[in-house]
């Protein structure tokens, strides 16, 4: 099912899998011109650092959405064959993760092409990288978790595929892909309890994922804060590991909803 999945998406396409990568470098580059060129943003190697969190965010957005979906499009064959109906939404997550993993040697030789820009200075490739399939890992978990739930609660209420595409639309923009954790942390600091809203705004597992891929995949270096360079901040493991501990929770109770529920499939209309 997953072999059908992504052949079905790039049937009859003549750059196929290719395809995959045109959208997230078209909007690195409208970013690194509205950025770089008309704000000024001057954080060194910015567009590695939007790129670094947009994948895994594209990721997490296609495979929700394809999803979610995906019991729904097959009820027909549910109601007459039985075969366990998990593998419909982990079909979508994998597909898309597969294009996810793709996508990963293409960042890299976007790294190295700005390193080779840059004089070979500072190499992007450091010991963190070693942390990579772990954040991978937490990624897949929440992902499948959500796709589970969504899935599942689609078959009996079809508004929620509209819910979570603009909750999903409106989660890019409350998620550090475009910025920084620490534009977050400067812009509450005047704030009373910011300590405590920043911390809010870090407990969404994929504002926590999107600052993890960005500290793991591109060396630390300045990052501009409202037009003033300031070094980054430490990378904050107790929200890190409560977003891990959430992740998982989705992960295990997603399946535990989606398998209660699945029984009930055949009953819809």
Do not use: C
């Not at 594209?58 to 999803?67: G, P, R």
């Not at 996508?103 to 890299?108: A, D, I, T, Y």
């Not at 500072?122 to 992902?143: E, Q």
Request: proline share 6%; net charge positive; no cysteine.
């Amino acid at each position: 099912m997953v072999e059908r999945e992504i052949k079905i998406r790039y049937k009859n396409s003549a750059l196929g899998f290719f395809w995959s990568l045109v959208m997230p470098l078209a909007t690195i580059f409208v970013m690194w011109v509205v950025f770089k060129v008309f704000m000024r943003n001057a954080t060194p190697s910015f567009s590695a650092y939007v790129l670094a969190a947009y994948l895994p965010y594209t990721f997490i957005q296609m495979a929700i959405l394809d999803s979610a979906q995906s019991v729904l499009i097959a009820l027909p064959v549910v109601k007459k064959v039985y075969f366990p109906r998990e593998i419909l939404p982990l079909a979508s997550v994998i597909s898309n993760f597969i294009h996810f993993l793709l996508s990963l040697p293409v960042f890299f030789g976007f790294l190295f092409i700005t390193y080779a820009t840059t004089g070979f200075e500072v190499s992007p490739f450091t010991w963190r990288m070693w942390f990579l399939p772990v954040l991978l890992l937490i990624t897949f978990a929440f992902t499948t978790g959500v796709a589970f739930i969504i899935s599942s609660l689609n078959v009996f209420y079809e508004d929620v595929k509209y819910v979570i595409s603009l909750l999903l639309y409106l989660m890019f923009f409350l998620t550090p892909v475009m910025y920084f954790s620490e534009n977050v942390y400067s812009a509450m600091q005047d704030k009373p309890n910011g300590h405590l809203l920043y911390v809010l705004y870090h407990l969404n597992p994929i504002a926590m994922l999107a600052t993890a891929y960005k500290k793991t995949l591109v060396p630390l270096g300045k990052i501009d804060v409202g037009g003033e360079l300031v070094n980054p901040l430490a990378f904050d493991w107790t929200l890190f590991g409560i977003a891990t501990l959430v992740s998982f929770a989705l992960f295990f109770g997603g399946y535990a909803l989606f398998n209660r529920l699945k029984w009930k499939f055949v009953e819809r209309p």
